[in-house]
């Protein structure tokens, strides 16, 4: 079983411009969830998608968005970026939650992104 | 809110030698699951064990294994017969059951010495 693929590996941006970063979860997979990851503040939530909808969301600026697709792919976006935006960004997947349940989330190999 | 703290920034093991990486944690939810992943350098988070709230008996997978305290609300990693191939940075993780979000800690670094 293929695990979840995320691209691209590596992205060099400058100040201002916008990216976009996906996220192909494991098949059969229905929840996506993504992660920034910087020396500084750590791992952080960005959001959670299931079934197309936001299920959840950090406590980031609106820069940040993100969807989901029928076939469970998942997209992030960030607009204007900053300096501060430079980071490994995560995504994972896992089943379907649901009460009682806990969810082992796999995790791709990240997007390392670069802003000057 | 839920919070999650390791206090170890760097942890030192010779191989062989068993290891214990500390990790607490702050939540108000009565259901949740403690999670502990290792990070090698490439960058990829690797699940290593899960610990349900109401889970009588502590957690074991293989070498990998959960000291799970509930009232002093602590969730430590005990590796045993460290290898090399065990360097790496270690997160302690807490979510809500029935839900994917995880709050991380900060890691602790390991490093096995031959």
């Known amino acids: 079983k293929a695990g979840v693929t995320q691209t691209p590996r590596y992205l060099i941006k400058t100040r201002g411009q916008q990216v976009t970063l996906s996220c192909s979860p494991i098949?059969?997979?229905?929840?996506v969830s993504w992660y920034q990851q910087t020396p500084g503040q750590g791992l952080q939530f960005l959001f959670e998608?299931?079934?197309?909808?936001?299920?959840n969301k950090g406590n980031f600026p609106g820069r940040f968005s993100g969807r989901q697709f029928s076939n469970s792919r998942s997209e992030m976006n960030v607009s204007t970026l900053e300096l501060g935006d430079s980071a490994l960004y995560l995504c994972?997947?896992?089943?379907?939650?649901?009460?009682?349940?806990?969810?082992?989330?796999?995790f791709g190999p990240g997007t390392r992104l670069t802003v000057l | 809110a839920q919070k999650i703290t390791q206090t170890q920034p760097g942890m030192f093991v010779q191989e062989k030698e068993a290891v214990t990486l500390d990790c607490t944690y702050d939540?108000?939810?009565?259901?949740?699951?403690l999670f502990w992943y290792k990070q090698p350098s490439s960058g990829e988070m690797i699940f290593l064990i899960y610990?349900?709230?109401?889970?009588?008996q502590n957690a074991t997978e293989g070498r990998y294994s959960l000291n799970f305290q509930k009232a002093r609300k602590s969730a430590n990693l005990v590796i045993s017969a460290s290898q090399l191939g065990d360097s790496a940075m270690y997160f302690c993780a807490i979510g809500e059951l029935g839900y994917s979000t995880l709050t991380f800690g900060k890691g602790t670094m390991l490093l096995v010495s031959p």
């Open positions: 610990q349900g709230s109401y889970d009588q």
């Open positions: 098949s059969g997979h229905r929840s």
């Open positions: 994972a997947s896992s089943l379907e939650p649901g009460p009682g349940n806990y969810n082992e989330q796999f």
């Open positions: 998608y299931f079934s197309e909808t936001q299920r």
């Open positions: 939540t108000s939810d009565p259901s949740y699951g």
